[in-house]
C-alpha cells in the first residue's frame, strides 16, 4: 500500500533559522516521484520541490532543499534562513506507477509557524 | 494569465441550488484534476481527466458531476449538495500521465452549502 507519513502536525521556527519537516514514505515501486508543497491560508498548493527516486543528488530549489534517504524512505523538506512568509501547511506527496498513474498520495501536512 | 486560475473562489450555495466551479489552466498540459481538502482531512483525489477523458472517478457521489471540455477546462457541476460537502476545492493540472510529473494547482473555491 502506498502511504505518506508526516509525523508533525505542527513546527515554530525563529525568523532566519532553518528548519527541517519531516516525511516518510512507503511504496513498493521501483519508480517514484516525491514532492513538497506550501499551502498559505489562501488555499492555493504551490509547488515547490521534487525528487525523482532515480536521482542521486539530493534536489534543491532556493532556500528548500530536500534530504532524500532512500533506505530509509524519507523525504525531509529543508527551509533554509526561515522568513516570516513560509508560515503556511507544508504537504509531502508521491506519485508512482502502482497509485494508478495519476493519482498522488498526500500526507496530512506540517503547520509551520516562523516566530519573529 | 499564468498558471492555472478557478473560479469562483469563493461559493455559498443551499442544497437545492445548482452551481458550477469552473477551473482553467494556462500551461498546455493534458490531464487535469479534481481534489477536496477538508477540515483536518488529507486531500481526495475526485476526478481525473486526460486528454479530456475521464480516467480516474474515485467514487465521487452523483450530486458532483465534472465535465472537460477541451484540454485546457475543467468543470464541476454541483446540485443538491449536503452540508458536509463543504470543503476547497483545488484543481490541479499535469503535463501526461507519466505518473512522475509535477502538478500544479489552482488557488480553490472554498464551497459552504449551507
Known amino acids: 500500500a502506498q502511504k505518506i507519513t508526516q509525523t508533525q502536525p505542527g513546527m515554530f521556527v525563529q525568523e532566519k533559522e532553518a528548519v527541517t519537516l519531516d516525511c516518510t514514505y512507503d511504496t513498493s515501486d521501483q519508480s517514484y516521484g516525491l514532492f513538497w508543497y506550501k499551502q498559505p491560508s489562501s488555499g492555493e498548493m504551490i509547488f515547490l520541490i521534487y525528487q525523482g527516486s532515480y536521482d542521486e543528488q539530493n534536489a534543491t530549489e532556493g532556500r528548500y532543499s530536500l534530504n532524500f534517504q532512500k533506505a530509509r524512505k524519507s523525504a525531509n523538506l529543508v527551509i533554509s534562513a526561515s522568513q516570516l512568509g513560509d508560515s503556511a501547511m507544508y504537504f509531502c506527496a508521491m506519485r508512482g506507477v502502482s497509485t494508478g498513474g495519476f493519482k498522488t498520495i498526500f500526507g496530512a501536512g506540517t503547520r509551520l509557524f516562523v516566530k519573529a | 494569465e499564468t498558471g492555472v486560475t478557478q473560479t469562483p473562489r469563493h461559493l455559498v450555495m443551499g442544497m437545492t441550488n445548482k452551481k458550477s466551479l469552473k477551473c482553467e489552466q494556462h500551461?498546455?498540459?493534458?490531464?487535469m484534476y479534481w481534489y477536496k481538502q477538508s477540515a483536518k482531512k488529507p486531500l481526495e483525489l475526485m476526478f481525473v481527466y486526460n486528454f479530456k477523458e475521464q480516467t480516474e472517478n474515485n467514487s465521487v457521489p452523483s450530486r458532483f458531476s465534472p465535465e472537460c471540455p477541451n484540454s485546457s477546462h475543467l468543470f464541476l457541476h454541483l446540485h443538491t449538495l449536503q452540508p458536509e460537502d463543504s470543503a476547497l476545492y483545488l484543481c490541479a493540472s499535469s503535463q501526461d500521465r507519466s505518473g512522475i510529473d509535477t502538478q500544479y494547482f489552482g488557488p480553490g473555491t472554498r464551497l459552504t452549502v449551507l
Open positions: 500551461l498546455g498540459h493534458n490531464a
